[in-house]
């Protein structure tokens, strides 16, 4: 694979990576063919040739939890409470206003928005509820069609609820008629059920039958009393269950005692779930009802860490009832992960890059020879400098082909 960069059919010249090292990266194929410290060249205007100079290459960027189906929302459709309860009902009130054609172009609109970023990889879940049948699911697999050439997707059926007992059999039949329509990941909100652990069942059940993986919008909320996350890691240990999941939000941890804590991110770890904590949207949402003492929310993202979790971070809902801000770019997730989440630079750029992928279930991609040459060169000169500026001068490298110069 170590072609020298003469054959090559692009060339990044004179970009810093993450280490300091300014190198010429060579690109064949769609892969990395040959990365070497830089020399000075003689003429810049050979077909493929990018200036990298000023700029810092980063991993491709990974958002793990994005809801296009409910993007640029925000003018239509208010919460007056500014709560979970009050995005969730606005959203319902307003359903009927949701058209599918609608839900395709802000959902294009999105992704086109995270593309221009950097990202790469995308995992976004869509309403699957009684009054909305299919709708949003046909919608974004239309997107993840048509989107192909500029990112990866994923569409996850986030089934409503209750899914137990006789009222929720209609959301039952609709899960199954998610996973017959092809989506790649089926979720649900255990935490708003009737029966949060006869949920879970249901959908571990369900995402084993389809050997789909599952992600849970898990404890959403600051009761000490809700314990998705816990039920969650129990199952999937009793059971030996090999169904890949991945918890979001579970910010309901971020309350516990702290001997709680511990005993639930050991159980965690044990079953190789990766939890996607989701800063921007949290930190909105919950807290709202305390004056003194008001919690985060966000889950324990260091305590995790520790024991061994594999933590991701999303950015969830963009400029909707759930999150009025938020501009599609992992850079500020990072950032919240670092400000909130306490979470060094180094380390926080991680959880937009390598273990979002790992929560996906997708393969690591980094910036070596024979990897995949999807990246992304942003004008700083660190990666601490990248998180901090969030500098909107970009160049997007896919498959070897530059995708975006500037937003
Ligand atoms: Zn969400």
Not at 30 to 43: E, M, R, W
Not at 318 to 334: C, H, I, R, V
Request: hydrophobic share 40%.
């Amino acid at each position: 694979m170590n072609s020298p960069s003469s054959s090559a059919d692009g060339v990044v010249h004179g970009v810093r990576l993450i280490s300091g090292d300014v190198v010429d990266i060579a690109m064949s194929g769609g892969l990395i063919v040959d990365i070497k410290k830089s020399t000075p060249v003689a003429s810049r205007q050979t077909e493929g040739f990018i200036d990298g100079r000023e700029y810092l290459a980063l991993p491709s960027l990974v958002e793990p939890h994005a809801h296009l189906d409910k993007a640029f929302l925000s003018e239509r459709i208010d919460n007056p409470t500014g709560d979970l309860m009050g995005a969730i009902n606005g959203i319902e009130a307003a359903r009927e206003s949701l058209t599918y054609g609608d839900t395709v172009e802000r959902a294009t609109r999105a992704t086109q928005l995270m593309s221009s970023r950097g990202v790469q990889s995308i995992r976004s879940h869509a309403d699957t509820t009684v009054d909305s049948g299919l709708s949003n699911v046909h919608a974004l697999l239309e997107v993840k069609g048509q989107s192909s050439s500029i990112i990866d997707m994923q569409v996850a059926a986030l089934i409503g609820w209750p899914l137990t007992g006789a009222r929720g059999a209609d959301n039952r039949a609709l899960a199954r008629a998610a996973i017959a329509a092809g989506v790649d990941v089926i979720g649900g909100c255990p935490h708003l059920d009737d029966d949060p652990a006869g949920a879970l069942r249901f959908l571990f059940e369900l995402a084993s039958e389809a050997g789909v993986p599952l992600d849970l919008h898990a404890d959403e909320n600051t009761r000490l009393d809700s314990s998705d996350l816990e039920h969650c890691a129990d199952l999937k240990l009793s059971t030996g269950s090999t169904v890949a999941v991945a918890a979001s939000h579970c910010v309901s941890l971020g309350v516990q005692p702290e001997d709680a804590q511990h005993r639930i991110a050991d159980k965690v770890a044990a079953a190789s779930i990766s939890v996607i904590t989701l800063p921007l949207t949290n930190l909105y949402l919950q807290g709202r009802d305390r004056t003194t003492h008001v919690p985060r929310g966000l889950t324990p993202v260091s305590l995790l860490r520790a024991h061994g979790v594999n933590v991701a971070a999303g950015g969830d809902n963009m400029q909707d009832p759930f999150n009025p801000l938020g501009k599609g770019d992992p850079l500020e997730t990072a950032g919240y992960v670092v400000l909130a989440g306490h979470v060094l630079t180094d380390d926080a750029i991680h959880t937009v890059t390598t273990n979002a992928r790992q929560a996906m279930g997708v393969a690591p991609v980094d910036i070596s020879v024979g990897a995949p040459a999807d990246f992304l060169l942003i004008r700083a000169h660190t990666l601490r400098e990248a998180l901090a500026m969030q500098s909107t001068e970009r160049i997007v490298i896919r498959r070897g082909q530059r995708l975006h110069s500037r937003l």
